[in-house]
């Protein structure tokens, strides 16, 4: 198999994310004709290959982004590197989505990406892992699943494109109850500070009650206050992701048969409803 590095997607710490297409497939590559590509120097690349034996094991849930190998190749400077071969999400970020809503996404598109968010996160800590970093921007992205044809009110037949919710970079994921050692003069914060639970900032646990806290999103002194004008399903939803008190937050498949979720339908259903202005909501306090 071989394949051409394109554009930049995006930058990391110790990485590089590509688009790329797939130039001369083999008679056994399962593969699209376009993927992602996250490439770094190799020896730069222990936490990227940590990363996609993680994908590897995951690679039975369709809520977390597909991996379809790993490679190593030469750049023009005579270096070697290390890419890591993904499903292309080309509806981009979940923030890329609530940023081009303005006002925030209909309520409908938020009960149906946070559904498929639990999943993933559901299968993960099944699997005896914590994310450590679910957020809206590089690590939960949209992949077009298919095209599809509704009626407008006019009549006329209009196409609607239906995109999954997918978890994607789990560079800093962690076994559950592994724990972590604290290295000298550094931080021990391990992910990104506004989504964290009160108890990763302040005590350092990155359990899987940590992801829940980051489904409602935020950190502060108080739990974060919840926003007006959602609907009392919705505000009962956050109400269970954004305690304080470990025992008494829900676990990701007790979130999935809260009514704010289980109520989901179809992506078609969800996107004629979407077109009603009321409802329109905000989502920044969910991811």
């Not at 994908?55 to 039975?60: E, N, W």
């Not at 849930?61 to 070697?80: A, K, M, S, V």
């Not at 679910?134 to 009549?155: A, Q, R």
Request: aromatic content about 8%.
């Amino acid at each position: 198999m071989m394949w051409r590095r394109g554009k930049i997607l995006g930058k990391g710490g110790s990485a590089m994310v590509y688009l790329a297409a797939v130039v001369s497939p083999t008679s056994n590559d399962l593969l699209p004709s376009l993927m992602a590509v996250k490439s770094a120097p190799f020896y730069k690349s222990r936490c990227l290959a940590k990363e996609e034996r993680l994908l590897s094991d995951f690679a039975d849930c369709p809520h977390i982004i597909r991996c379809f190998g790993e490679d190593l190749t030469i750049e023009e400077d005579g270096e070697q590197w290390y890419n890591m071969l993904l499903e292309h999400a080309a509806g981009g970020s979940l923030a890329d989505r609530i940023q081009s809503f303005g006002r925030g996404l209909p309520e409908s598109e938020v009960r149906r990406f946070t559904k498929s968010l639990l999943m993933g996160i559901s299968y993960i800590h099944k699997k005896g892992y914590v994310h450590c970093d679910i957020k809206p921007h590089n690590n939960m992205l949209l992949v077009e699943e298919k095209d599809d044809f509704s009626m407008s009110l006019n009549g006329k037949r209009k196409r609607v494109q239906e995109s999954t919710a997918k978890i994607a970079d789990f560079g800093l994921a962690k076994r559950a109850g592994k724990k972590l050692k604290a290295k000298e003069n550094k931080p021990r914060l391990r992910g990104t500070a506004l989504y964290m639970a009160p108890e990763s900032i302040l005590r350092g646990e990155y359990e899987p009650h940590a992801d829940i806290w980051t489904v409602g999103i935020g950190f502060s002194e108080k739990v974060p206050e919840i926003p007006s004008g959602l609907s009392k399903e919705a505000e009962d939803f956050l109400k269970k992701c954004l305690v304080r008190d470990l025992r008494s937050r829900w676990t990701a498949d007790m979130l999935l048969g809260h009514p704010f979720v289980s109520a989901a339908n179809n992506a078609l259903h969800n996107l004629l409803i979407a077109s009603t202005p009321a409802s329109v909501m905000s989502v920044s306090s969910y991811f």
